[in-house]
């Protein structure tokens, strides 16, 4: 049959899969939810392989779209659960895996929720993200997953190439802000590879990367109100990068000279600006502050 599994495993979607599926659900593509479905099974193939999951992971992928990556997925790992935020997408999922993977549907489970609001999965705690994200929130549900699940130890994301720099950026660069110091603050974060327009249906408008982060061993050991602070420095140095931090953080302390105070205690020059500091240095200036306020 056209759609058996072969010894090299799985039937992954082609371009005529891709475009036979969406005329089955009646799909338009839609840019509010960011769909671009993979067309390419090499690209999914070369995901999978740069993400270096194994038959121990239980990997959660957000936005599987009509299964692309999700069929790539299941016969290396031990559990898929995704996440689909479209209805008729994640309805017709369990059967495409049925149809092109018939031996290995069991590892699927399907969470019809937005990704952004989910708090908990079904199942044992995951091991892994690997998706290809929806480019408008790619970096709310990057975050929002590494703060929700501790067990998340690999994350391998195909996101727009401008977010892919920034993610990956190191203190000094041009790109180098918010998305940098965050992702930091959970993972040691690298790019992992260019991903170009044409794997994809329809072709966005903007180049694709790869971005591995593999979790930081300390980063279970903050707790949330510890995070927040460090992140609310964060936010006030880049709401402002231009100036000095000693400017930058005035209203986040209350004046100039209480930022002041806090960042020479933190051992931080208050003329440097936040595209300078390692995520480290951020922790210290919101350590520094507590310590001076309690």
Do not use: C
Request: charged share 20%; glycine share 6%; aromatic share 4%.
């Amino acid at each position: 049959m056209q759609n058996d599994e072969t010894s090299a495993g799985p039937r992954l979607l082609g371009p005529a899969d891709v475009r036979r599926l969406a005329a089955e659900l009646d799909l338009r593509p839609t840019k509010t939810l960011g769909q671009n479905f993979v067309i390419d099974p090499n690209t999914v193939r070369r995901i999978v392989r740069v993400a270096g999951v194994g038959a121990d992971d239980v990997v959660v992928e957000v936005g599987p779209g009509l299964g692309s990556l999700t069929l790539a997925l299941l016969p290396v790992v031990a559990r898929v659960v995704a996440v689909e935020v479209d209805p008729v997408l994640a309805a017709r999922l369990p059967s495409t895996v049925s149809e092109y993977a018939p031996s290995v549907a069991d590892r699927l489970e399907v969470v019809p929720a937005d990704a952004l609001r989910i708090d908990a999965l079904p199942g044992p705690a995951p091991t892994a993200l690997v998706a290809n994200l929806p480019y408008n929130v790619s970096v709310p549900v990057l975050l929002h997953l590494l703060e929700t699940f501790p067990s998340l130890s690999r994350v391998l994301v195909m996101v727009q190439k401008e977010v892919a720099d920034r993610l990956a950026a190191p203190p000094g660069s041009r790109t180098y802000g918010v998305p940098s110091v965050k992702a930091a603050w959970y993972a040691t974060v690298s790019p992992a590879g260019a991903v170009g327009r044409n794997v994809f249906w329809p072709a966005p408008n903007v180049d694709s990367g790869l971005v591995l982060l593999e979790r930081r061993p300390s980063a279970g050991d903050h707790d949330p109100a510890e995070r927040a602070a460090v992140f609310a420095v964060v936010d006030a140095a880049f709401a402002q990068r231009r100036k000095t931090l000693r400017a930058a953080l005035r209203g986040w302390a209350g004046s100039a000279a209480a930022a002041e105070t806090v960042l020479t205690a933190a051992g931080v020059d208050p003329r440097a600006r936040g595209e300078q500091l390692t995520v480290d240095d951020f922790a210290r200036i919101a350590a520094a502050r507590t310590k001076i306020t309690s």
